[in-house]
């Protein structure tokens, strides 16, 4: 019912910025909670952040809190992720998910993208 598609991801130095775009088709996105989450070679997948479907609420990680904003514009049907600060333990495939609640956990997402690759390293 949602395709997901990434974009942003690449090598960034420690302290540096990227921004993740996740772009979804159209038909309900709005109807979706999105979440980010990411996985680092031999970890298991993890949460990142979440935003309820009006946007008007989030969810981070404690590691990521203060450093990283998900945003979302149903105009465009397109939820971002805004990384800032960037740590080497930041490194991993980043993934974008569509769900029914805004949850922590990723059985409660339906829909995945395919992942996009941010490494953080000098």
């Known amino acids: 019912q949602v395709q997901l598609v990434e974009s942003g991801g690449g090598l960034v130095q420690p302290g540096g910025s990227l921004r993740l775009s996740c772009a979804a088709s159209?038909?309900?996105?709005?109807?979706?909670?999105m979440g980010w989450f990411r996985q680092a070679p031999g970890k298991e997948r993890e949460f990142v952040a979440a935003?309820?479907?009006?946007?008007?609420?989030?969810l981070y990680a404690d590691s990521v809190k203060g450093r990283f904003t998900i945003s979302r514009d149903n105009a465009r049907n397109t939820v971002y992720l805004q990384m800032n600060s960037l740590k080497p333990e930041d490194t991993a495939v980043y993934y974008c998910?569509?769900?029914?609640?805004?949850?922590?956990?990723?059985?409660?997402?339906?829909?995945w993208g395919q992942g996009t690759q941010v490494t953080v390293s000098s």
């Open positions: 998910a569509a769900g029914g609640l805004g949850t922590m956990t990723v059985n409660g997402y339906n829909y």
């Open positions: 935003i309820s479907r009006g946007g008007g609420s989030t």
């Open positions: 159209g038909r309900t996105f709005s109807s979706y909670a």
